[in-house]
């Protein structure tokens, strides 16, 4: 960045970088949920955040791995992605009024500059995390990398995978089935749109064919635009982007951003391609595993992932029309970039796969989690034990936007009633006197039902979570 841009840029962001991110989370589409917004088909610009939480979350530091699937990542993801999306066209299914002011908010100048400024400072905390999680390989010439990606493609032939396993083992396998669903959505048209995004420019002579490969790329998802609809209308849902926002567990979200960080970013184009490269892996050996589970809870084995499902062609001339290009252009040190997106995007889809696997199993065991609370109450009262302890009271029809906690937590409700929800298929009536577990990072929400509602969180420690 030329000198004089530079110094401009850091007068801009001198101060607490906390202020630029609670000033684009200021937007007014982007405000907390209220009870009649649970979802939000008509409306692609209301992207809920919780802006209040920012109060007392840092994005002016790097995130630790040990907070990835923690609230800072969660809201963090949803506000990266409200930026990325702000430079994309979205139209609602039919005009409206609340539409038609979201739109005005979404696309304002002020909300294009705010998320200029909070960019930076939203990736630098998200994703720094990913240089301390690769793997090194021994050598970084074409043919180790291009080895090296053989392997992993034959590995992850081979598995399962944690999250499709946990579906095909719920009780419930059509809200397990649906909620899956929710978070395809939410991952793979993003990621296709930073392949769209990324297409856009002049450098055939420099590597040729990328940008013919990358607008095929492209070209072929918008070329099953209605296969996915059929797919999303079969279980019930529409495909308005974010229609189900509040329902993106944070990982999901965290697959697209990283494409669209890097597809942004133009100093990161071998990086870009090497995330790429591992998203179309990730295509093809899920599209079975996909269907085999929208097939045992939705009923249809969907047509799409016979398409999602082919071999990716760019495993077949990975060396001579990717690597080697970017030897040229950069150096070895291009080709050790691309490796380097590519780990980071295989430690993005395993914490996906791992989070997703964990929600699933929690959201099918509600009445057990609702006897372990009673049991972890009881066994706090019993021995006399002081935990630390959040009360809330709320009044009729207050929502709180889905989220996460850093710690486990029971819900124990004093006097009235809400809805507890953790998926689009159904809610969970508490009444004075339930309680129920919320172990950490599952994503939940709830709205009260009665003209006012009391109740308490007390916050378990680990050693007394693990005892139940």
């Known amino acids: 960045m030329p000198l004089e841009y530079s110094e401009t840029f850091a007068r801009l962001t001198a101060g607490d970088p906390n202020d630029v991110v609670k000033a684009f989370a200021a937007n007014p589409a982007f ?34 791995v040990a907070k990835a699937l923690k609230l800072s990542a969660l809201l963090g993801h949803r506000m990266l992605r409200n930026i990325y999306d702000s ?7 039919s005009p409206g009024p609340a539409a038609q002011a979201d739109a005005a908010t979404f696309y304002s100048e002020s909300n294009r500059v705010l998320g200029a400024m909070a960019a930076p400072v939203l990736e630098r905390h998200l994703f720094s995390l990913l240089a301390s999680e690769r793997k090194p390989l021994p050598g970084y010439a074409p043919e180790q990398v291009a080895a090296a990606i053989a ?4 590995q992850r032939l081979a598995e399962s995978g944690q999250a499709f396993t946990a579906a095909l083992s719920t009780k419930d396998r059509k809200a397990s089935a649906t909620f899956v669903l929710l978070q395809f959505s939410s991952y793979l048209p993003a990621s296709r749109l930073a392949v769209g995004r990324a297409a856009l420019g002049e450098y055939d002579i420099a590597h040729p064919g990328a940008r013919v490969a990358l607008l095929d790329d492209y070209r072929t998802w918008a070329g099953l635009s209605g296969q996915y609809r059929a797919l999303m209308e079969g279980a019930g849902l529409k495909t308005t982007t974010g229609a189900y926002w509040q329902l993106y567990l944070g990982t999901s979200l965290a697959r697209g951003n990283h494409l669209h960080w890097l597809s942004r970013d133009r ?10 490269l591992h998203h179309s892996i990730d295509q093809a050996v899920t599209a079975a595993r996909f269907a085999d589970v929208f097939e045992d809870g939705l009923g249809v084995r969907p047509a799409l992932f016979d398409h999602l499902g082919v071999a990716p062609g760019h495993l077949v001339d990975l060396v001579g029309r990717w690597v080697e290009p970017l030897l040229e252009l950069y150096g070895p040190e291009g080709v050790e970039r691309f490796h380097h997106g590519f780990a980071d995007a295989v430690w993005l889809a395993a914490l996906w796969d791992e989070d997703l ?4 199993a929690w959201a099918d065991s509600i009445p057990e989690h609702q006897d ?16 630390d302890l959040d009360t809330f009271v709320e009044s009729n029809e207050e929502t709180s936007t889905t989220h996460v906690h850093d710690e486990h937590r029971l819900v124990m409700i004093e006097r009235g009633e809400m809805h507890f929800w953790n998926n689009v298929t159904h809610k ?6 339930d309680k129920v577990l919320i172990p950490v990072s599952r994503l939940h929400g709830s709205t009260v039902l009665s003209g006012e509602c009391t109740y308490h969180q007390p916050i378990i420690p680990e050693d007394m979570y693990a005892r139940f």
């Open 372 to 387: 372990k609370a009673a049991r972890i109450n009881k066994y706090i009262e019993d021995n006399g034990i002081t935990v």
């Open 151 to 154: 392997d992993y493609h034959q």
């Open 267 to 276: 100093e990161k184009y071998p990086e870009f391609l090497g995330a790429l």
């Open 357 to 360: 696997a964990q929600q699933l």
């Open 428 to 433: 969970i009536d508490l009444h004075e006197g």
């Open 87 to 93: 430079g994309l066209l979205y139209l609602p299914p």
């Open 31 to 64: 405000r907390a949920a209220e009870w009649e917004e649970l979802t939000t088909e008509d409306d692609p610009y209301r992207r809920p955040v919780r802006p209040d939480d920012l109060a007392w979350l840092d994005y002016g530091k790097p995130m630790p």
